[in-house]
């Protein structure tokens, strides 16, 4: 194995975090999604379905670059605790907020300063998708919490996931292209 250059060593423990968070966040959702299913709340389910998808492709992402930097690609899952839909959400959005917020801003910076592209390429997939993961838990929540038994988190739902970064939509066609990475929008995963 290639060893990890001193100037990568803070980035690729970055890259490492990350890898951890997104594949913990993988088999959180699925967990979280199967639960929601149970509970009958089928858009909520959908929803953990194709975030989860979408932290599978970061992880993927990640996990590239940092054995392009030397590193391997290795992380612990812990077991997933799973507790009410409504408590899982905001498990969930708490997540996502603290990557939007804090963990990723920070790594990208880091990333910046070294001109790593590819790991500026990789943090700034995930950190957008982690908006968009954030505003869709956020409504889910709110939802849940009315108790709106006739509205999407009700009923099962497709999102749309971009296969190359994890750009993830409610609108089956909302731009030509991904409007992170620029993938056409055909290649884009249906999750329901
Ligand atoms: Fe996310
Ligand atoms: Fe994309």
Redesign the pocket.
Known sequence: MQAIAEQNATTVQNLLTAFEGESNAHAKYLAFAVKADADGWLGAASLFRAAGRAEQIHAANHARVIKQLGGEAKCTIHRVEVNTTLENLKTALAGEQYEVATMYPGFLAEAEERKNTAAIRTFK?ALEAEKTHARLYGEAIALLAGDKKDSWIATTRTFYV??????TSETEKEHER??????PWERFESIR
């Not at 991904?178 to 993938?183: E, K, L």
């Open positions: 997939g971009c296969p190359v970064c994890g750009y991904c409007p992170v990475c620029n993938c």
